[in-house]
């Protein structure tokens, strides 16, 4: 009677294969001279286990089967995904049992460019744009015109880079979940669960509401 199948999300099996099994990305090139580029996942499993390579080398017990398979596709992510550099900071992430920074709270902020220490606190620093003259009672005075620098931080164009970055790792976890579906692994079976695609629209909706 064959074991049951562990269930797991595609981000658990992630977690699990990198951060527990200790997993590593392999971006070594088997697949043969003129070969098309985003050969499947599996013809890789073949072409390793003909070879003899493993994810892992020495130094620590053997990494699991299924790790190294999930390993192997994160390595083969194609590039329309995000490719090697995407898959190197999805194995980062599921170390860490992490997701990517998409600026939850995020809002522009309107803030001094400069600040200045005074035995009073600390204040925004002024600069002089201009000069202004005041006759008063038949004498000229001229005075500064002062203004302080602002600027808006973060910027809108970065909390939309954070953002689209989380977009491209949810795409890319939805492309692992197809490529390791099946019968794929020998231990763990995908579930359909998935994080939050835009858990910012969340939070929005939660502001509006409280």
């Not at 202004?132 to 000229?140: D, L, Q």
Request: aromatic content about 8%; charged content about 20%.
């Amino acid at each position: 009677m064959s074991r049951a199948k562990r269930e797991m999300s595609i981000k658990a099996a992630l977690e699990w294969a990198f951060g527990t099994e200790h997993a590593s990305l392999d971006f070594d090139d088997l697949a043969p001279q003129g070969a098309r580029p985003g050969m499947s996942t599996i013809w890789l499993m073949m072409q390793r286990g003909a070879l003899g390579c493993q994810i892992d080398g020495g130094g620590r017990s053997k990494t699991a089967d299924d790790a190294e398979t999930i390993a192997a596709s994160l390595a083969n992510l194609p590039v329309a995904h995000g490719g090697k550099p995407m898959a190197a900071d999805m194995a980062a992430w599921a170390r860490a049992g992490a997701t990517p920074d998409w600026m939850p709270d995020a809002t522009p902020r309107c803030v001094p460019v400069a600040w200045r220490n005074t035995k009073h606190g600390y204040f925004a620093r002024a600069e002089v744009v201009g000069k202004e003259v005041i006759t008063y009672r038949g004498r000229n005075t001229e005075y500064d015109l002062l203004a302080c620098p602002v600027t808006y931080t973060p910027t809108a164009q970065q909390i939309g880079m954070a953002r689209r970055r989380y977009l491209g790792w949810y795409g890319a976890l939805l492309h692992l979940r197809y490529d390791l579906g099946g019968d794929v692994l020998t231990h763990i079976r995908l579930t359909d669960s998935m994080p939050a695609l835009s858990p910012w629209r969340a939070e929005v909706n939660g502001s509006q509401a409280a």
